[in-house]
């Protein structure tokens, strides 16, 4: 039910495309990728579906928006383990994995 309303809203498209965006503040990345570390662990096939259907929304690719995400995933991540959240950090690499 939250995931049709996290699609519906653009929301989540809004979200992996700001998490995309090379402009956008290293602090607001590590909450969207903290958002998203959440959603995988909570309901991981929710997390595909969503996946799946944002490129319609955003007009690109389904692949380009996986390597975009696991590109800003893995950087932000590993450029931000001395923040001062380093559980979220944590969470985020464990959930990758």
Not at 69 to 96: E, F, M, N, R
């Amino acid at each position: 039910m939250w995931g049709e309303v996290f699609h519906t809203s653009g929301l989540f498209a809004h979200l992996l495309d700001k998490l995309i965006d090379d402009e956008t503040s290293p602090m607001l990345s590590i909450e969207i990728i903290f958002l998203f570390a959440r959603i995988v662990m909570a309901d991981p096939q929710m997390f595909l579906q969503l996946m799946a259907v944002t490129p319609q929304v955003v007009s690109q690719p389904e692949h380009k928006l996986w390597e975009g995400l696991l590109d800003a995933w893995w950087g932000k991540v590993s450029d931000h383990t001395d923040c001062s959240c380093p559980l979220y950090s944590q969470v985020c690499s464990l959930v990758i994995v």
